[in-house]
């Protein structure tokens, strides 16, 4: 991987399983400073299918996080801050998708894991096995992914609490708003009932 591309606060980690194989290997692109938890942050990620014929760039999130916080809910609550962010995100190009990612139907038995992979998704890249493209252009995809993240980590309200960016996003009601082009802080100026904390 480029080193120009990785640095600062980014670190890489994967996993082929602990113990015995993955259903789907990961190797995972993580900010350090946007939060402490891994359970809650945004990332990007590669998923590999479970038959190993193609694998996903993905912009991702933390699905225990909602799980966790929201229960039942947590479905629906994950799918509108993916909504938000792929109507927003200014650095997405054409080649990301905002297409579900398909990573069970190859499974006879459903995984909580790999679903939530599925579920996290924001945008991703497919890429299959006998058809890659260059590696100059893997690069460049994951140049504007790191784009994408950077640009949320910028519209968060505090990096080390996402949590309280997903509440905000979660309030609103994002069927009403215009929301191309518009930071949480642009919204949050039209609702000044809102309760709004800016970082320090």
Do not use: H
């Amino acid at each position: 991987m480029s080193d120009n591309l990785i640095s600062g606060s980014l670190i890489t980690k994967g996993s082929p399983g602990q113990g015995s194989w993955a259903t789907v290997p990961w190797i995972g692109l993580f900010d350090t400073t946007m939060s402490v938890s891994a359970a809650k942050r945004f990332d990007i990620v590669y998923l590999f299918s479970p038959d190993m014929k193609y694998v996903y760039l993905s912009l991702n999130q933390g699905w225990t996080f909602f799980k966790e916080a929201y229960g039942k809910n947590a479905e629906n609550n994950i799918s509108k801050v993916s909504k938000y962010w792929q109507n927003t995100l200014a650095n997405r190009t054409d080649r990301m998708t905002v297409a579900p990612i398909d990573l069970t139907s190859s499974l006879l038995k459903k995984n909580d894991m790999v679903l939530g992979y599925e579920l996290s998704n924001i945008l991703s890249i497919r890429y299959d096995k006998d058809n890659l493209p260059s590696n100059a252009q893997l690069l460049t995809d994951l140049k504007y992914m790191l784009f994408c993240l950077n640009e949320i980590k910028s519209e968060l309200i505090n990096e080390k609490d996402i949590g309280q960016s997903i509440a905000y996003i979660l309030s609103l009601n994002l069927s009403s708003l215009f929301l191309k082009k518009n930071s949480i802080q642009q919204i949050a100026q039209k609702y000044p009932k809102s309760r709004f904390m800016k970082r320090i």
